[in-house]
Every structure is written in structure tokens, then in C-alpha cells.
């Protein structure tokens, strides 16, 4: 990557997108674009196909997705497959068009066959069986992405990599409590807590693991990929938590412990999903940030912004 190169960034303004704009800033990064879907709608190919071909970028980083936690998943599964397959098609299809240099697209750890069979996922387990229930046509976009980007880079010699991300959080988060993913809904929870003096209900037994990874330090290892990396490559933090964890943490920085309230009727998700880093960590790449600091770091932000962030 060279500073003055074209950046496109899709879905800029979410989570990691929004890390990922701030950290290429951070190294000297000023040609950035940062199309919002008011503005571009991934969804529409001609649309798509136009605003690449004016904007010609030479790098792009596809992050943009129709994303939600187990039960938004779950409930809206015909919507899921069928948004996050146009867009992603859209956009393989348009930085091909466009010559792209290079594409880093992110993935999803749902892409992974339910029952794992191995305790840490490999890149190689991807296509041994079928994803979690919970998840599973999200889970099967990704993978159709995948199946995109590995069938250009045999014909057209496209290059990329696949980011397959463990749980995401962080400030510019999607705080929606019923259909969001775990820790954005718990601080969102935990934030109205303090405010009306009542209770924390959290969905499950708590029991559930997870690797969680801050953004800022997701943002790093999608700039890492781009640089060094090729095909599929798990990233994470290497720090594997369960959901009862993640309530401590926030409870700790919120002073809430004791109004904490389990709701065992609520669906607790895939019990534990944690993956291998080893293509990661041979890049170069290791993770700064504590669930701990990263935790109080979101519940401050949230805080600060209450008034203004995505629900």
C-alpha cells in the first residue's frame, strides 16, 4: 500500500469501518472514499459499476453488509442471504471491472460448519458441512463471496483476502438491543440500567464463548491483510471470553453488578467458536487491546454519544 493510493471503503460508516477510516488517516492515508448508502446503493450493479468506474480506486476494502446478532439472524434469514449476496456480488463484480488492485472483503466466523471440528477453526474447515442454524444464511453469503472472489482470482488473476472475523465491538457500534450482536446490545443495555435505576436482562446462561476483538484492533489486521495477505485468513484477538465475561467487564466499568438478570429463555447462540490465528500471527499481526479496556472504552463512548449512535 502506498499513501497516495485510491482507498474505497464500503460500509465506512460502521463499526470497523469506521476504525479502519481513522486508522488509514492515522498513516497517512488521504485519498479515501467513504460512499454511504445514501449516496450508494450497493444493492443496485449498475449503480455500483458507475461509481466505480468514475472513482477508480486501486485498493478497496468491502465491509458493507445487511448485519445483525443471533436473533435479528434468525428472524430474518430471506432478507440476509438475499441483500448481503447483491451487494457482495455488486461489488467483486464492479472492483473487477474497475482494475482494482486489490480487494480485502470481510467475512464472518459464521461461516464455519456447526459442529466445529476442530476447538480452533482453521481457514481449511470452511466448505467440511454447514453453519450454525442460528446464522446460517448470513453465514452462506460470506461464503458465496468467498466462492466469487476465489473464482476471479483464478481467471481474472484478481487478488484479495477474506477476512473471517470473530465478535466485533467497539465505538460507532450498532446498539440495537433485540436484533444486535452481544456486547453493542449489552452496553445498550447496561447504559439504560444506570439511567432508570432498573434491570439488566441478558439473554442466556452466559456460558456461550467467543473471541472478542476490539475494532480499532480489527482495523489494524484488515490494513495488515491488505498489505501481506492472501485468500482466507481467520483474524481475532487470541483472547477467548464468554458472554458472562463480557457482562462483568461492563458491570465492573458500570458499577452494576448487582442488577444483573439472566433470561435462560433467550437463545444462548453456538456455545463456543474461537479460531486459529496462525495465518494472522505469520503476518505480523498481534492484538493490543484487553476485552476489559476495550469494554470500557465502548460503554464511554456510547456514553458520550448516546443521542446519535446507530440502533
Not at 477510516?21 to 448508502?37: C, D, M, W, Y
Not at 476494502?61 to 434468525?74: E, P, S, T
Not at 468467498?146 to 467497539?170: H, P, W
Request: charged share 25%; proline share 4%; aromatic share 10%.
Amino acid at each position: 500500500m502506498n499513501s497516495s493510493d485510491r482507498v474505497l471503503i464500503t460500509g465506512s460508516g460502521g463499526l470497523v469501518g469506521s476504525a479502519l477510516v481513522e486508522f488509514l488517516k492515522a498513516q497517512g492515508f488521504a485519498n479515501i472514499l467513504t460512499p454511504r448508502s445514501g449516496e450508494l446503493d450497493l444493492r443496485d450493479a449498475q449503480a455500483t459499476n458507475t461509481y466505480f468506474k468514475r472513482e477508480k480506486p486501486d485498493l478497496v476494502y468491502h465491509l458493507a453488509a445487511r448485519v445483525y446478532g443471533i436473533l435479528g439472524n434468525m428472524e430474518n434469514k430471506g432478507l440476509s442471504f438475499y441483500d448481503n449476496v447483491l451487494i457482495n456480488l455488486n461489488v467483486v463484480e464492479a472492483a473487477r471491472r474497475a482494475g482494482v488492485r486489490k480487494t480485502v472483503a470481510m467475512g464472518s466466523g459464521a461461516v464455519y460448519p456447526y459442529p466445529p471440528p476442530r476447538e480452533l477453526l482453521h481457514e481449511d474447515d470452511l466448505w467440511s458441512g454447514k453453519p450454525h442454524p442460528s446464522e446460517d444464511s448470513y453465514a452462506h453469503s460470506k461464503r458465496a463471496m468467498l466462492a466469487q472472489l476465489d473464482a476471479y482470482s483464478e481467471q481474472y488473476d484478481m487478488d484479495f483476502a477474506f477476512a473471517i472475523s470473530g465478535n466485533l465491538y467497539g465505538p460507532g457500534d450498532k446498539f440495537d438491543i433485540r436484533h444486535g450482536h452481544v456486547t453493542p446490545s449489552l452496553v445498550a443495555k447496561f447504559y439504560q440500567a444506570q439511567q432508570s435505576g432498573g434491570a439488566v436482562s441478558v439473554w442466556g446462561n452466559g456460558s456461550a464463548k467467543r473471541d472478542f476483538m476490539f475494532s480499532r484492533d480489527a482495523a489494524r489486521a484488515l490494513f495488515c491483510l491488505m498489505q501481506k495477505g492472501t485468500g482466507a485468513v481467520n483474524i481475532g484477538s487470541g483472547q477467548i471470553h464468554s458472554i458472562r465475561d463480557v457482562v462483568d467487564a461492563i458491570a465492573d466499568a458500570t458499577g452494576l453488578a448487582d442488577r444483573v438478570e439472566w433470561d435462560e429463555s433467550m437463545p444462548n447462540g453456538q456455545e463456543f467458536r474461537a479460531y486459529d490465528l496462525g495465518r494472522l500471527n505469520s503476518l505480523g499481526f498481534v492484538a493490543e487491546t484487553t476485552l476489559r479496556d476495550g469494554v470500557a472504552e465502548t460503554f464511554e463512548w456510547y456514553s458520550r454519544n448516546v443521542d446519535l449512535v446507530r440502533t
